[in-house]
């Protein structure tokens, strides 16, 4: 029986050359599986007869919006996970469920390996193989561009004498990842780190320094779920694409960061995601009212090593999945309402809302109808600071 190999494609030149590559060099035939986790592009359709043009011998595509959505980056949302401090996780949320259907497809066509197109240098190598070793030990996995020298050069002579039906002309100076979270642009001229980015990198978002006039919505959420926008109900989908054209109308969601890759190297990124970075911003504020203060900050320590789970290709390992018990409870009472506006690059936090508030008005306030007792204050801070007390005594005797 002929080896079969499920290959993770996109419709571009590398997995498309790739498609004959595999067939060659490891004498296998290839299931192209597509998903769409919502990058936009080429018809799915389009995309599974290229892959049939090219030599697979199946195709599947899948609409995966939805649950890529609800599954992953809801997830993000609630965990308010952003690696190191700033990156919303748009690509390291995307690999795991491509994972998924990769997978399901080894096991409906009898595939031994799974193939992808990612270089030996970047992360996704890493989300791609430790997702795949997680859900299907058994599977083993290829990468044509790492393991067989898949060059550019190579592949764009290997389409020409095959005379494959993909364009091998035109060549962007980056290398652009993208789903409905956000987009990611490397490469180019952005690898000398003192270079400022242009505007023609950017596709999610306008001009922030551009003067127009402030967009004032109202974010919904229930148990940390966005639910509504302006009173209107929402999908998790939804949310995020209507916030990515409001909060991108106004420059929100772009970062400019050196980050640090899992393979030890430093790499500069240009990332836009208007809709992660407004959710998450107004869910970090709604957790602000109603999380109590032990949990909230307990919370952002879990919520760094999530990041940094996710970031590392871990979203399968037992470790994230404890740590989404602890997520999902935290959660439980982030029920509300938060304004924003959304204005110059920035949405900012105007009001909030919530039944399950733990902001009490008559304990905040300092002008009359103050419920709190003042006189106690000093007996607290006199054993609050007692150990250092003694210590000190003892250091400065």
Same mark, same amino acid.
């Given at each position: 029986?002929?080896?079969?190999?499920?290959?993770?494609?996109?419709?571009?030149?590398?997995?498309?050359?790739?498609?004959?590559?595999?067939?060659?060099?490891?004498?296998?035939?290839?299931?192209?599986?597509?998903?769409?986790?919502?990058?936009?592009?080429?018809?799915?359709?389009?995309?599974?007869?290229?892959?049939?043009?090219?030599?697979?011998?199946?195709?599947?595509?899948?609409?995966?919006?939805?649950?890529?959505?609800?599954?992953?980056?809801?997830?993000?949302?609630?965990?308010?996970?952003?690696?190191?401090?700033?990156?919303?996780?748009?690509?390291?949320?995307?690999?795991?469920?491509?994972?998924?259907?990769?997978?399901?497809?080894?096991?409906?066509?009898?595939?031994?390996?799974?193939?992808?197109?990612?270089?030996?240098?970047?992360?996704? %190598?890493?989300?791609? !193989?430790?997702?795949?070793? *997680?859900? #299907?030990?058994?599977?083993?996995? $290829?990468?044509? &561009?790492? /393991?067989?020298?898949?060059?550019?050069?190579?592949?764009?002579?290997?389409?020409?004498?095959?005379?494959?039906?993909?364009?091998?002309?035109?060549?962007?100076?980056?290398?652009?990842?993208?789903?409905?979270?956000?987009?990611?642009?490397?490469?180019?001229?952005?690898?000398?780190?003192?270079?400022?980015?242009?505007?023609?990198?950017?596709?999610?978002?306008?001009?922030?320094?551009?003067?127009?006039?402030?967009?004032?919505?109202?974010?919904?959420?229930?148990?940390?779920?966005?639910?509504?926008?302006?009173?209107?109900?929402?999908?998790?989908? %939804?949310?995020?694409? !209507?916030?990515?054209?409001? *909060?991108? #109308?106004?420059?929100?969601?772009? $970062?400019?960061? &050196?980050? /640090?890759?899992?393979?030890?190297?430093?790499?500069?990124?240009?990332?836009?995601?208007?809709?992660?970075?407004?959710?998450?911003?107004?869910?970090?504020?709604?957790?602000?009212?109603?999380?109590?203060?032990?949990?909230?900050?307990?919370?952002?320590?879990?919520?760094?090593?999530?990041?940094?789970?996710?970031?590392?290709?871990?979203?399968?390992?037992?470790?994230?999945?404890?740590?989404?018990?602890?997520?999902?409870?935290?959660?439980?009472?982030?029920?509300?309402?938060?304004?924003?506006?959304?204005?110059?690059?920035?949405?900012?936090?105007?009001?909030?809302?919530?039944?399950?508030?733990?902001?009490?008005?008559?304990?905040?306030?300092?002008?009359?109808?103050?419920?709190? /007792?003042?006189?106690?204050?000093?007996?607290?801070?006199?054993?609050?600071?007692?150990?250092?007390?003694?210590?000190?005594?003892?250091?400065?005797?």
């Amino acid at each position: 029986m002929t080896e079969r190999v499920v290959l993770a494609y996109s419709g571009g030149l590398d997995t498309s050359v790739a498609i004959g590559w595999i067939a060659e060099e490891a004498g296998a035939e290839v299931i192209a599986v597509a998903v769409d986790v919502g990058q936009g592009g080429e018809d799915l359709d389009v995309i599974r007869k290229r892959a049939l043009a090219c030599g697979a011998v199946e195709a599947e595509v899948a609409d995966a919006r939805d649950e890529f959505a609800e599954e992953y980056c809801l997830p993000a949302v609630k965990a308010n996970a952003l690696y190191m401090d700033r990156y919303p996780l748009v690509s390291a949320l995307s690999r795991p469920a491509i994972v998924k259907h990769l997978v399901a497809a080894a096991r409906k066509h009898g595939a031994g390996t799974v193939a992808h197109g990612c270089t030996g240098k970047g992360n996704d %190598q890493v989300r791609f !193989e430790a997702g795949i070793a *997680a859900l #299907a030990p058994d599977l083993t996995c $290829i990468a044509p &561009v790492r /393991d067989y020298a898949m060059t550019r050069d190579a592949a764009i002579a290997f389409c020409e004498a095959k005379r494959l039906p993909i364009a091998t002309t035109r060549k962007s100076p980056y290398s652009i990842d993208q789903n409905v979270f956000g987009r990611a642009v490397e490469t180019g001229f952005l690898e000398d780190i003192w270079n400022g980015p242009i505007e023609d990198i950017y596709e999610y978002t306008q001009n922030p320094a551009t003067p127009r006039d402030p967009d004032e919505v109202v974010l919904t959420f229930e148990a940390g779920v966005p639910v509504a926008i302006d009173g209107r109900p929402v999908t998790v989908l %939804q949310a995020i694409q !209507e916030l990515n054209e409001r *909060a991108g #109308a106004q420059g929100v969601g772009r $970062i400019d960061m &050196v980050e /640090d890759r899992l393979v030890g190297i430093k790499s500069r990124e240009v990332y836009e995601a208007p809709g992660a970075i407004t959710l998450i911003t107004a869910h970090q504020e709604l957790e602000n009212v109603t999380v109590e203060r032990e949990l909230a900050r307990y919370k952002r320590q879990v919520e760094q090593r999530w990041g940094e789970l996710v970031y590392d290709g871990q979203w399968f390992s037992p470790l994230k999945r404890a740590l989404d018990g602890f997520v999902e409870e935290a959660n439980r009472h982030v029920t509300g309402d938060i304004r924003m506006t959304l204005q110059g690059g920035r949405a900012v936090v105007t009001g909030r809302r919530s039944d399950a508030s733990l902001y009490d008005f008559n304990l905040a306030t300092y002008d009359s109808g103050d419920t709190f /007792d003042q006189a106690a204050a000093k007996g607290f801070i006199d054993i609050y600071g007692l150990s250092s007390k003694i210590a000190s005594k003892r250091d400065l005797a």
